[in-house]
């Protein structure tokens, strides 16, 4: 799972910028408008995944509209894929594994990756989601995975009641527990806190 995540923050991070370039300097302004078309439905793709259920309703966002939208993205990379080969080479680059960023760890680090993952609720059509985090440090065999909520109320109930705290300047020493304490717990004595 660590490995995937790597491998995708890997390509957003490094293919983005040498491929925008590449491909602006290409002067081929129709392949450009394609990667700019890519590039916007990209973020909105990325917008969607962050809004809550009841967000994306009260915005008629509805499965068959990301569905589409997600369509459309992929038909334009495939596009992109092959009308640009530097688009081709970046998106198939070797990728990074989690040994790779555990060699680069001092003792005293560790690697904390937040993953969402949405599912289906079985026998039903309701979708749910979790938040789990990927903990790794140098000395681990390997990387450890630390649920964080079961319930998907981190995105709605904890996640607003963590807005209010900061736009009312309140203390706030629930959300530690919420958002953080699991992962704390985990955390050998040597890592710095």
Known sequence: MLNLQLTRKGI???STLQVQQKIEQSNDSLLIQKYQTWKAQCATLAQYLQMSLEEKASQQ????????????????????????KDFK????????????LQALLAANE??????RIEYTV????QTNQIYATLLLTANQSLPQLITLNTEGTLDTRYYTYYLNKINNQNSDDYSYGQFWSKIQAK???????
């Open 12 to 14: 957003l991070f490094y």
């Open 61 to 84: 966002i509805t499965p068959a509209v990301e569905a589409e939208l997600l369509a459309n993205t992929n038909f334009l990379e495939k596009e992109l894929s092959l009308a640009s």
């Open 89 to 100: 080479l970046n998106f198939a680059q070797e990728s990074m594994q989690w040994q790779d």
């Open 110 to 115: 560790a690697l904390v990756d937040i993953v």
């Open 122 to 125: 079985p026998n039903t059509t």
């Open 187 to 193: 955390l050998p004595p040597s890592i710095s806190q």
